[in-house]
């Protein structure tokens, strides 16, 4: 059921999983307690590929949203005045902040038609936010 939902081509990466009770794995399994099974080199290549960094900051997740992106050549834009489709960029940023700032985590990214959810812990100082270099 798992790989049906996964659309069409399965997964990149599938790993199974089984866990036994105690007793259950010593009745099916003998030594138990010096097995080891190593990952295969795909589960290797695949952790690799998705590695994330452990931990971030809330001001370096302020500086990226804040960057200048460039927009891909299908997102041109018409000039008004030259009349000629022109590869442009943005950037979002901050103007003004309330009195009350709430701050939500988009914590997904966009690889191809599948999102990821990110597994960052993202540092924050309990008081004393400087929002000055972001404004």
């Not at 069409?8 to 999983?17: D, N, R, S």
């Not at 452990?54 to 030259?82: I, M, N, V």
Request: proline fraction near 5%; charge should be neutral.
């Amino acid at each position: 059921r798992a790989l049906k939902s996964c659309g069409q081509g399965g997964t990149a990466h599938v790993k199974l999983v089984v866990e036994w009770d105690k007793e259950t794995k010593d009745y099916l399994f003998v030594n138990t307690e010096e097995e080891y099974i190593p990952d295969s080199e795909s589960v290797r290549q695949q952790r690799e590929l998705h590695h994330q960094p452990q931990t971030c900051t809330l001001s370096q997740c302020f500086q990226l949203y804040t960057k200048e992106e460039q927009l891909a050549p299908d997102d041109a834009w018409r000039c008004p005045h030259c009349k000629q489709l022109q590869q442009g960029s943005i950037t979002l940023s901050l103007w003004t902040l309330p009195d009350v700032l709430i701050i939500h985590l988009k914590r997904f990214r966009q690889e191809g038609d599948r999102r990821m959810k990110l597994q960052n812990m993202v540092k924050f100082p309990l008081s004393g936010l400087d929002m000055t270099p972001h404004v």
